[in-house]
């Protein structure tokens, strides 16, 4: 469904990335994982248009390198990233009307849809997002993304400084997304057990480049990699 | 007191007016536009060369005027702002420079001498005891209805609502499948359609001249100061706050001073509450 070839990221002269290579199939969940400062951001920034990058980037064979974010949105992919640039004057509800600015059609449904993933987004959705905890926040902008109406959703690290509780609730909220409504996701993590209990494939991503990848059988036959992420 | 009470009023919903379509660049665009007389100067002088030199009827002397000014904030937006995009004193000192050559195109055009434009409605009521002309009191019920309908825009229409979220987060707003620059390019255009209805109004309360830019530029800088960024009301409250402020100050100690307790206000809410009275600390 997206195939990343050969992509290399630039914030001015300073490269994040080097020929990052990967792709993710239809109704698959693939994980990268990595240390702080490993790329991860910057590649899930790359795949939206937010950073200048060179390479290539397909969705559904349709060449979407350099395009905007705002036409990634529309081709169908959605993003949660990781400081949630939320609209901390609105409530939670103008949030999630934003992230219906391209999906304007199917706002009650896909509301409604949000509120049965987070019904605490349906108590509080007067609430201004500066006032809430990173968890509830977290969850906004999971459910924005998912009001963009998404066949792509892209998450950055989000269970980064939330209570295990938390972090079960929403690992719960991407396997229903998977399993029910059959959404693409590429989850970005450096919480390694997170990250298997979701993915069918993952990638390791080290100073900008793809070090490994494979299912967890076989990256954890690699010794060092074993003891680097899975706890070997 | 009924005179200062009702003066105040209509002086201070016209500086609301003038205020608003500078602050909503300040918010959105995050762009001091120090141009941005250029579209009350254009605005009023439009509206004369409409209306008076060729004798239009007023309504499309007002209407040109208004999308002159948006045409020219369109225009502003996509041939300076944008390409200097980034790096802000580039983009203040290039619209001040715009703004002296609009100053100085006016003045080839309709000469340097001051002009009075014929009052929108002519006639005198009495307000309360107060002696009020048609001309301002259709000014201040203008630029109310002004206020009211970009209040309901920005809060009610997703158009409005993609504005405040660009104004908070552009990455938010980018990933929500909003363009900013054409939010941007949007505001722009809003911001001089409301400058030329500002200085169609402005330039009927005091007179047209090369000059009428510079004061509408200090009140709104003023008004947006002291009442912070990003909020429409708190830039209609502080607007009656320097209204009334400046209409006391002429009636009750000396016109002189008119300007003076304001910039006063200025130092003191910079150095008391530098978000501004309604403005939120950047998160």
Redesign the interface.
Do not use: C, E, W
């Given at each position: 469904m997206i195939r990343v070839e050969n992509l290399s990221a630039f914030y001015g002269k300073a490269q994040a990335l080097r020929d990052v290579s990967l792709h993710v199939d239809e109704g698959e969940t693939i994980a990268i994982v990595g240390a702080n400062g490993a790329g991860k951001s910057t590649l899930l920034d790359s795949i939206?248009g937010?950073v200048r990058n060179t390479g290539s980037i397909t969705m559904d064979g349709q060449d979407i390198t350099g395009r905007?974010?705002?036409d990634m949105?529309?081709m169908g992919i959605?993003?949660a990233?990781e400081r949630?640039?939320?609209?901390?004057?609105?409530t939670v509800r103008?949030n999630l009307?934003?992230?219906?600015?391209?999906?304007?059609d199917e706002i009650e449904k896909n509301m409604a849809a949000v509120h049965r993933l987070f019904p605490r987004l349906a108590e509080r959705e007067g609430q201004e997002t500066?006032t809430q905890s990173g968890g509830e926040r977290q969850m906004v902008s999971l459910g924005?993304?998912l009001?963009?109406n998404p066949r792509v959703l892209l998450v950055d690290e989000p269970t980064i400084g939330l209570a295990p509780k938390v972090c079960v609730e929403i690992a719960e909220v991407l396997k229903r997304l998977s399993a029910e409504r059959g959404l693409t996701v590429i989850v970005t993590e450096q919480n390694t057990n997170f990250a298997l209990s979701l993915a069918s494939r993952l990638y390791v991503l080290e100073g900008g480049h793809v070090t490994a990848e494979g299912t967890a059988d076989e990256l954890s036959k690699d010794d060092q990699l074993a003891k680097s992420y899975f706890g070997a | 007191m009924m005179q200062i009470i009702v003066q105040g009023l209509l002086l201070s919903g016209l500086y609301a007016l003038i205020a608003m379509g500078f602050m909503l660049i300040f918010s959105i665009g995050r762009t001091l536009n120090l141009a941005y007389g250029a579209y009350i100067m254009v605005g009023g002088y439009m509206y004369f060369w409409l209306s008076q030199q060729l004798g239009m009827p007023q309504v499309i002397g007002f209407l040109g005027a208004v999308s002159v000014g948006a045409l020219i904030g369109l225009l502003k937006h996509r041939l300076i702002v944008k390409p200097l995009k980034g790096d802000a004193v580039a983009v203040e000192i290039a619209t001040l420079i715009l703004a002296l050559i609009t100053q100085f195109a006016l003045v080839l055009i309709f000469g340097d001498a001051s002009k009075i434009l014929l009052p929108l409605i002519p006639g005198v009521v009495t307000v309360a005891g107060a002696q009020v002309t048609y001309n301002i009191l259709a000014a201040t019920v203008m630029s109310w209805i002004i206020i009211l309908a970009l209040y309901a825009f920005v809060r009610g229409t997703?158009t409005g609502?993609?504005m405040?979220?660009v104004s908070?987060?552009e990455?938010?707003?980018?990933?929500?499948?909003?363009?900013p620059d054409r939010i941007n390019m949007i505001t722009w255009g809003i911001s001089g359609a409301l400058g030329a209805a500002g200085g169609v109004f402005f330039a009927s309360y005091t007179q047209l001249s090369p000059q009428m830019w510079l004061a509408p530029v200090i009140i709104s800088v003023a008004i947006v100061i002291v009442g912070g960024i990003?909020s429409i009301i708190g830039t209609l409250i502080v607007a009656h706050i320097i209204g009334f402020l400046e209409i006391t100050v002429v009636a009750v100690l000396a016109p002189e001073l008119r300007g003076v307790l304001t910039m006063v206000l200025i130092i003191g809410v910079l150095i008391m509450r530098p978000q501004g009275l309604f403005g939120?600390e950047e998160?």
């Open positions: 939206m937010l905007k974010p705002a949105v529309r959605g993003y990233p949630f640039n939320l609209f901390p004057h609105m103008d009307l934003v992230g219906a600015y391209t999906a304007r500066s924005r993304a009001m963009t | 997703h609502r993609a405040q979220a908070m987060d990455k938010g707003a980018a990933i929500s499948g909003i363009d990003g939120r998160h």
